[in-house]
């Protein structure tokens, strides 16, 4: 018996695999996964020793917990034909817009679930994994789940009302802070710092900032003012982000994944 199964070995499902084997969590060989395309399941299995399976079936029989990994809008049609197979068996699902409550109505009471959002940063030991705190999960399961996730990153547990949105936040993030980095990095490109050194300190800028308002416990606000000084050459950034709508950009972007129905 396996002790993680996967059903999808797409972006999330690897990043959570690779992270929890570079952590020394899991050993590829405690692990099993299913996916249609059998070029990821190969190139996964020579990367680290995870197990091949046919089928979705094999990966629940063959696993003490399943991770379900699967884009939101085929949940519905896997689990239905699951439903038998699953019984008494152990789900966590990362599926976005896949809370507990929707999760129960497909499958037997006698299977355990538990929904999930991580991000793809956990694949460097930097996730940000939010669990939900309705679950069904016994101590030990829930003990395991923990200690998978906080081998990738950090946890956090949070009530059902506050699941999607705080999901939206984290899960997404990483995307809207890619593109800023990116931004960031051809704004010193266009005056001629090469590439590559542009991409790696604008990417440490990002990583350092955060790291500051984590550690620091400071308001953001402080810690940029901090930066600006009085007629120096910060602020007149701040004048142009704030010229250019960046406030408003960012919180439109949460506001607008937030909203997406599945
Ligand atoms: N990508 C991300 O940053 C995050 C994704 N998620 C969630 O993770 C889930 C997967 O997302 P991604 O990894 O981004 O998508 P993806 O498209 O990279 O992975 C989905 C995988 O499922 C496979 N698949 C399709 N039908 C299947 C079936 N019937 N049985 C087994 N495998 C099947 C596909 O071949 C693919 O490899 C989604 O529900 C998403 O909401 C959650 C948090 C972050
Ligand atoms: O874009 C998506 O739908 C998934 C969910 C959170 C991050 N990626």
New binding site residues.
Partial sequence: MKKLGF???????S?ILLGAVKSGFLKGEETVA????AF?LDKLNKECGMAKAGS?QEVIENSEIILL????K??EG?LSESREALKGKTLLS?????QYSRLRRLVDSSTHICAI????PAMVGAGMTIIEATNDLTPKELIFTRKLFKSLGEVEELSSDLMGIG?TLS??G??WIFMVIEALADGAVYHGLPRDIAYKLASQTVIGSGKMVLDTKQHPGKLKDDVCSPGGITIRGVKALEEGGLRIAMMNAVDAAFKKPD
């Fill in positions: 059903i999808g070995m797409g972006n999330m499902a990043a299913y996916d249609t395309n990821k979705v990994a699967i884009k939101p085929i949940v896997v990362i599926a976005a817009g896949w959002m991580p991000n793809t999901g899960g997404c990483p995307a």
